[in-house]
């Protein structure tokens, strides 16, 4: 289960950090990130993080968003910087997950966040 927050209503130019928390029966954990759909567009990548780090992010958010996560917890973070109305949308996290050492991962969806930037 993948449990999202920090979504809201923010002025242009403003800032917010989505978070989102794995939970339940994990043996593995891979890449978590996250995606968003803006009313009447498809759903795209905004950020993603593999398990050792590495980094990728959509050309529309570079320099402005930075995806973190931590082992522990198993959660992973968005902080978005410079919000621009363009980037109001839902914003789903993923995560790719195994839940046993035979169990191969698979993609796990949390629930919408939604963030609104007025402008």
């Known amino acids: 289960q993948l449990q999202a927050s920090g979504g809201g209503l923010v002025q242009t130019g403003g800032s917010l950090r989505l978070s989102c928390a794995a939970s339940?029966?994990?043996?593995?954990?891979?890449?978590m990130g996250w995606y968003r759909q803006a009313p009447g567009k498809q759903r795209e990548m905004v950020a993603r993080?593999?398990?050792?780090?590495?980094?990728d992010y959509a050309d529309s958010v570079k320099g402005r968003f930075t995806i973190s996560r931590e082992f522990p917890n198993k959660t992973v973070y968005l902080r978005m910087n410079g919000l621009k109305p363009e980037d109001t949308a839902a914003h789903y996290c993923?995560?790719?997950?195994?839940?046993?050492?035979?169990?191969?991962?698979?993609?796990?969806w949390g629930q919408g966040t939604l963030v609104t930037v007025s402008s």
């Open positions: 993080i593999t398990d050792t780090g590495r980094t």
């Open positions: 993923f995560a790719m997950v195994s839940r046993a050492l035979t169990d191969p991962l698979r993609p796990y």
């Open positions: 339940g029966s994990i043996f593995i954990i891979g890449d």
